[in-house]
């Protein structure tokens, strides 16, 4: 789960985590008020209003600008609501701009900008802090381009972000005196922010070393292990429903675990892990997956007929692929809801059907009796290799 930057800074606040005062704003003249009220506290002129999206890559993009005065940000605001970025995280489509940070403008003459971050390595099965001092906006370049610049510690979970990690990327960042001391603290305050608030990632870019040596941090990108989400009802509040795609929201309403992907073949499957495999078995096909579709262990048939209906608002799909390994999940249940869904939706894509385990006979009758055209398939290679044929037909007709 993404949250916007001026969330996650108030989350910064109530870890202690140095960072400049902002206002956020959805209108022009909130941008003003918050502007003016900015100012009077901080005696600067200088604001930065900044674009929020839930996507990296805003600057470049023209999506923060820095305005004096309470007026110009009012009109730095109306020119920025409303209009689309286009950054490398959001796509060709880029995202609608709804909402405004602003933030006191700082004097970073003589400063340097850094990048941190924490994320879960998969790997190792810990967190790891990544640090390099090529920070900024072209952050991705560097990784690409100079691995060798970015640093990386493997934390151990019985000590935490002990000093001496911190140390360890604060002395490959050059980093002396008093920010190196700060270095140290700010790395122990995002971590229990990490823990604590269930993390998957946290972004810091740029993190900046002041011209007098002081830390702050001017982003924050927050992302939350949705895992984790029944200990935190508060995250509710923190969604942002115009960020999110419509149809993974409509499923994770209905139970279902659903994120949209670029291809064409809609899969429905149970079990993450054979979603997964269903997906590679696709690609090694020559197919393209249209989404990740888990139903889970006990859907009912009108999850499955819920599940059908989600991947079809995909106009890219041309056609679905059913991969069903019945254990808890029975195969019965899984036919009648194909057919449910083929008789209320109208079924206008090839489907191939590849059932087996718990009542995997009587499923297969249920199908070969509906007198609804779905292809079976003696198993999951089988059922790769015709749904790619039958895509491929249906996008060349199209």
Known sequence: MNIHEYQGKQIYARYGVP?????????????RKAAETLIAETGNEVVVVKAQIHAGGRGKAGGVKVAKGAAAAEEKAK????????????GPEGKKVNRLYIEQGLNLEGARELYFSMLIDRETRRVTAIASAAGGVDIEEVAETHPEKILKVVLDPAVGFAAHYARQLGFGLELKGTAMSEFVSLCSKLYDLFLEEDCSMLEV??????????????DAKVNFDENASFRHPEWDALRDPEEEEPTETEAKEAGLSYVKLDGNIGCLVNGAGLAMSTMDIIQHYGGSPANFL???????????????????????V??????????????????????????????????????EGTNVEKGREI????????????????????????AKSGAAKG
């Open 19 to 31: 960072h400049p005062k902002g206002i956020p704003a959805f209108s022009a003249e909130e941008a």
């Open 205 to 218: 870019n740029p993190l900046v070393i002041t011209g007098d040596n002081h830390v702050i941090c001017l």
């Open 318 to 355: 041309k056609g679905i692929f059913v991969n069903i390994f019945g254990g808890i999940m029975k195969c019965d249940t899984i036919a009648e809801g194909v057919i449910a869904a083929a008789k209320e939706l109208g079924l206008k894509v090839p489907v191939v059907c590849r059932l």
């Open 79 to 90: 020119a920025l609501l409303g209009t689309t970025l286009v950054t490398k995280q959001t």
């Open 294 to 316: 888990d139903v889970g262990g006990g859907a009912t048939k009108d999850q499955v007929t819920k599940a059908f209906r989600i991947i079809l608002t995909d106009p890219n």
């Open 367 to 390: 199908l070969a009796n509906s007198g609804i055209a779905v292809m079976p398939a003696a198993n999951m290679a089988e059922g790769a290799q015709k749904i790619v044929e039958l």
